[in-house]
């Protein structure tokens, strides 16, 4: 019952997003953009992560 519950709290939250983007398009723009910036930190830390992993095994 449980997955069912995740599932169909899945589906309602695409279906909030899918009508908040059709409704106020601006709010499209706003997720690319923050979408946009997410990526570029998520890449800048996983660089760091994999230096600081580097010198680890480096010192090891």
Not at 10 to 33: D, E, R, T, Y
Not at 44 to 60: A, C, T
Request: no cysteine.
């Amino acid at each position: 019952m449980n997955k069912f519950v995740s599932i169909l709290f899945g589906l309602i939250l695409l279906a909030v997003g899918i009508f908040g983007w059709a409704v106020a398009p601006s709010w499209g723009q706003a997720a690319l953009q923050l979408l946009k910036g997410g990526i570029v930190w998520g890449i800048l830390l996983i660089g760091l992560l994999l230096v600081i992993l580097g010198l680890s095994d480096l010192k090891d």
